[in-house]
């Protein structure tokens, strides 16, 4: 494993309860990660000083070993360890409440829109929308008082944008502290649907700069991972997230490792506007698919 990463994110297979609009892993074929080796994996991140981890997927709590994992996770010193999910095996309350005694410090939720008719279209699956809520009910009600921080990442989709704002306040309500703003992508995908579902990222500037105020109002965090400074609005640039700042180092399945910012869902290309881009040595740049797509129109470098 390299040295100088801040989080080690593992994910020990590609299978989902669910088949969301756009989303690939699912079809990531059987490789799976024995328990075994993710525990060598972890113990190498350790030794190399990593002390975040992230289990990621698919849907980690398909894997009935993950509690056992986290708490070896905690017992190897790992100080922060956070689970991305999809929250449907969260509704059962014992089981939330296991996963959380395990030693889980974070909890991110993966959020479409506080209507449950578009999470529920987006996701494919009926009713999927009520057992993330139950899900997030229960983590919540175990978590207080044990320092869990309870967070979403939140897909930025034409049906999901014009609802942002509202969308985080609903959720800040039911205890999320942090929302990540992850943009749709089409790499890899020839369907006409994900590609009709991918914004402009000039109509996204509108919804992320309502929804931050909401989330200044209330004292929650707001970031954004896929939308360049370019393209949001001055007072709004803080909030991007360029994947290289989590200093993050991807396994997967097979055992291959790989830097986040090496992956084409984060971005990577620097078309034509960005050539004397002031902030390009602090930008992650654009999507490839995003660019096959929409062109580079929407890219306005900042002071041109
Ligand atoms: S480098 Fe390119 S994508 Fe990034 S802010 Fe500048 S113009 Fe926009």
Redesign the pocket.
Known sequence: MRDGFEWLEIALDYRCNLRCLGCRACDGGDERLAAADALAILRGARARGVAKLWIGGGEPTLRPELPKLIAAARSLGFERVLLQTNGLRLAYASYAAAIVDAGLTDVSFNVKSLRAEVNDALTRTEGSQALLLEGIANVAAVARGQGVRLAADVLLCRDTAPDLAETVRAFAARGITRFTLWLLSAADSDDPEVARAVPRLDQLTGPIADAGRVADALGVELVSLHT????LAPSDRPRYLPARSLRLLVVDPSGRSFPLESSPFEGGV??E??RA?P??ES????RADYLRLHGDDA????GT
């Open positions: 360049p400074p370019c393209t620097y078309p506007p960005c881009c902030v390009r930008c992650g740049g654009a890219l306005n470098p900042p």
